[in-house]
């Protein structure tokens, strides 16, 4: 079975879309697997650069592509999303969505706000676009997926006793019901076509031997089981979402690639161990762009984290890594690594299950001699100045897994293969 499954490996926005969009290119399709439209990636495609949300990064390449049952899609903001693509002459005639997948309403978005400002100082910190409600009514079993959508008769009733429902629970919910059908009953006229069982159009790829590339959403220590609970989305981002998300099982996956940038970020509140709280952590955050594709929030600044890392190997059994924004650590002086926590006085090598505890972990860290030569413009491992390849291999002995490809720039070409996957 020829299937890649491309995770992002801390907290997200580690450019999994330009990896995917390398990927893609030798695929067959690209399939989506988790999350809704508060994941966000950047590509650049034919010399200009496309902000996706929903629609999974292949749509440049092969143009077949799937959104599975995993995910929770905002009916309006994919059809915006198609609009954006098409309006750009991109093509989104291929795509398949899943009949299982659960769709975001104008009263999940109501919802999250209302229990945002409800947490006061125990905010998480959400997008706002209704993600974590919907998932919530998927496992309360009240949700409503994309086959009872597109019947218009279904909807309708559903819709209507949902609604009736959050209302007893939310007095403030201001949602009308006969307002949602009267709009969404067009969206879902529009998006019918495309809606079929997902899970066993993969199946007959596979069989056919296709190549499909599997494309996580947000990092993996944003996972609801394994990441920095409660600070975490309400999905499973890595590998170990691939399976429900997709429909498919493990032994359709050959190979599962991690994207890990050459530092740490995160967006949003939650413990960072390794966050700059200093100029540096500025530079840093300027030097690679570091705001969010969805909320333009300026993300959090941090030294590598060989802990984080681990963590999401085991979670997702990490075959290989993309070490990506390589080229933002040119010209300081001195590179700092975390291979390890101490707390309490007890060095630990994985993240405390208790948020607590974990804000209380002070990083174990080990220095290296950086670069200043300009490493833009190299196209092979050994065009490195010799400071910049031993922080790789110290990388790859820290989180025991190998750097199979690396990027020096925000252009495809400026990612450097070293083990092709498919």
Request: hydrophobic content about 40%; charged content about 25%; glycine content about 10%.
């Amino acid at each position: 079975m020829a299937g890649v499954v491309v995770v992002g490996s801390q907290w997200g926005d580690e450019g999994k879309g330009k990896v995917t969009d390398y990927l893609a290119q030798q695929a067959d399709l690209v399939v989506r697997y988790s999350g809704g439209n508060n994941a966000g990636h950047t590509i650049v495609y034919d010399g200009k650069k496309f902000a996706l949300r929903l629609i999974p990064s292949g749509i440049f390449t092969t143009g077949e592509v799937v959104m599975g049952n995993g995910m929770v899609i905002n009916p309006k903001a994919l059809l915006e999303e198609i609009k954006y693509l098409n309006d750009a002459g991109i093509k989104t005639d291929k795509m398949h969505i899943s009949d299982r997948a659960h769709i975001i309403l104008p009263y999940h978005i109501e919802i999250d706000h209302l229990e945002e400002e409800l947490r006061g100082d125990a905010a998480i910190g959400t997008t706002g676009r209704g993600i974590g409600p919907t998932y919530v009514d998927k496992y309360d079993r009240v949700g409503i997926r994309m086959g009872e959508f597109i019947n218009e008769e279904l909807f309708n009733k559903k819709l209507h006793q949902v609604v009736a429902f959050k209302k007893k629970l939310y007095p403030n919910l201001q949602a009308d019901a006969d307002a949602i059908f009267e709009e969404y009953k067009e969206y879902a006229k529009v998006l019918a076509p495309m809606v079929e069982d997902t899970g066993a159009f993969l199946d007959e790829c596979f069989q056919a031997g296709k190549k499909v590339l599997f494309e996580g959403a947000q990092g993996t220590m944003l996972d609801i089981d394994y990441g920095t609970y409660p600070f975490v989305t309400s999905s499973n981002p890595g590998a170990n979402g691939a399976c429900s998300g997709a429909s498919v099982g493990p032994l359709y996956f050959s190979d599962v690639v991690g994207i890990v940038k050459a530092y740490t970020t995160r967006v949003g509140a939650g413990a960072f161990p390794t966050e700059l709280h200093n100029e540096l952590g500025d530079q840093i955050r300027e030097a690679g762009h570091e705001y969010g594709t969805v909320t333009k929030r300026p993300r959090r600044v941090g030294w590598f984290d060989a802990v984080v890392v681990n963590q999401s190997r085991r979670m997702s059994s990490l075959t290989g890594i993309s070490l990506m924004l390589l080229d933002v650590l040119t010209g300081i002086d001195t590179l700092k690594l975390c291979t390890a926590y101490k707390l309490d006085g007890k060095e630990i090598h994985s993240l405390p299950a208790n948020i607590e505890d974990l804000e209380r972990c002070v990083p174990v860290y080990e220095e290296m001699p950086g670069w200043s030569e300009d490493i833009s413009s190299v196209t092979s491992f050994e065009e490195l100045p010799v400071n910049a390849q031993n922080y790789i291999k110290r990388i790859e002995e820290l989180v025991h897994c190998p750097v199979i490809m690396f990027s020096v720039g925000p252009d495809r070409k400026q990612t450097i293969v070293l083990k092709e996957v498919f």
